[in-house]
């Protein structure tokens, strides 16, 4: 079966410093894959989605980037934390097709100080 | 574009009531339809999915069916337990998107014994 792992599962960062959160899939070749990130109380932003090694579309202009160096793993950076950065990420995997739902990871509470 | 409107919460009642969470949507294509939920601190689980019109999901005493011509997955259980207590999300995936998920703002349910 494919499972989808996040880590770390919280962080606590200081404003300025870099950033780095990993997603790995397994049990699935050429998944899309999705970062998202969530405000306390409110909704899912999409941020990234990959359909592919090293394709990564951008959904928001923003402080952030992803990369996709292997087909089953998905990275979320950032070279200067801001505060607004803080929140709820998410990562997900769908096959590809449109009628598949995403499956989630457990996601990281980021918070910067 | 796209959109997912869901009834605001929170919706407050007591165990063993009736739930009913509304969700509305609008689509360019011919979008699959899909209900997600959150427990406190966790990522999203996949509750159940509509591919179709007139398809209903169900799973763990939820029901929604697919109503193409009222554009609505309303979402329902007939005995809500306290366990049931959570953000649930209503999402669609539109044709040719990718697997691209556009979420509703999410409904808390709170469930008291």
């Known amino acids: 079966s494919q499972t989808i792992h996040q880590w770390p599962a919280t962080l606590v960062q200081p404003v300025g410093s870099p950033l780095s959160l990993e997603c790995t899939v397994e049990?699935?070749?050429?998944?899309?894959l999705y970062w998202y990130r969530q405000a306390a109380g409110r909704g899912l932003q999409l941020l990234f989605y990959?359909?592919?090694?090293?394709?990564i579309s951008s959904e928001v202009p923003q402080n952030l980037s992803a990369s996709r160096p292997q087909d089953r793993q998905f990275i979320l950076s950032s070279k200067k934390l801001l505060l607004s950065d803080s929140g709820f990420y998410l990562c997900?995997?769908?096959?590809?097709?449109?009628?598949?739902?995403?499956?989630f990871g457990d996601g990281t509470r980021l918070s910067i100080l | 574009g796209n959109s997912v409107t869901q009834m605001e919460g929170p919706v407050t009642l007591s165990e063993e009531a009736f739930l009913t969470i509304n969700c509305t949507y609008t689509a360019t294509g011919y979008p699959s339809l899909f209900w997600y939920v959150q427990y406190p601190g966790e990522g999203l689980q996949l509750l159940l999915k509509a591919t179709k019109a007139d398809d209903k999901g169900s799973n763990k005493g939820f029901e929604a069916t697919y109503r193409k011509e009222t554009t609505s997955f309303h979402l329902e259980k007939g005995s809500v337990q306290v366990s049931d207590s959570a953000v649930y999300f209503c999402a669609l995936s539109d044709s040719d998107s990718w697997g691209k998920l556009q979420f509703g703002a999410g409904t808390q349910v709170v469930v008291t014994p």
């Open positions: 990959s359909v592919g090694i090293g394709q």
């Open positions: 049990g699935t070749s050429n998944p899309n």
């Open positions: 997900a995997w769908s096959e590809d097709r449109d009628d598949q739902p995403q499956h």
